[in-house]
């Protein structure tokens, strides 16, 4: 009996084994999002920085929207923060930051030591909203059109060559019009 065991621990071995390196290579964190050209999830979420205040999704509607998953206990979500600030400075989209799973006294601090790229902050403590936009894994950040419909999805922290490349041609002033109709 335990020869049996260790040949089909063997085996299950050698197919791991070759699977993993017949993998694709490159793609690999390109999970396409099921939300993509479909609007964006409807949420109402409580704001982090004003008491008993609630921030509603509709109002991503008639603008442009950058939405940031993000939590303090995230290493890449530090990471990425001096992005989001630079973002922030070229003033072409507001942030929506969606503090995911986190305390909001660490999320305060986080924002009072490091610095606020966010127009507003909300806080997702049950992790439902973040399960309704598909998020795996902090930071995902999603650009909202104005017409509502979720243009662009970045998993992991957001980069220079992702932001330049990925969301900012979707900001262009010729972008905007396809955006309103629905595009």
């Not at 999805?153 to 490349?165: A, D, R």
Request: net charge negative.
């Amino acid at each position: 009996m335990p020869i049996t065991v260790l040949v089909i621990f063997v085996l299950i071995l050698l197919v791991l084994t070759i699977g993993i390196s017949n993998a694709p290579r490159e793609g690999r964190k390109d999970i396409v999002s099921p939300l993509l050209g479909k609007a964006a999830p409807s949420f109402t979420l409580p704001k982090l920085l004003e008491a008993g205040a609630q921030y509603d999704g509709k109002s991503l509607l008639g603008g442009w929207h950058l939405v940031n998953v993000w939590g303090t206990w995230c290493v890449e979500c530090r990471a990425e923060h001096d992005m989001l600030l630079q973002i922030k400075g070229e003033g072409r989209v507001p942030i929506v930051g969606i503090d995911w799973k986190d305390e909001d006294a660490s999320a305060t601090a986080w924002l009072s030591q490091l610095g606020n790229p966010y127009e507003t902050v909300v806080t997702d403590h049950d992790g439902r909203t973040a399960i309704d936009w598909g998020v795996y894994a902090a930071p995902e950040s999603f650009l909202v059109s104005p017409a509502g419909i979720v243009v662009e999805k970045q998993i992991g922290g957001m980069t220079p060559e992702v932001w330049q490349t990925q969301f900012l041609p979707h900001l262009a002033p010729g972008a905007a019009a396809g955006a309103k109709a629905g595009a």
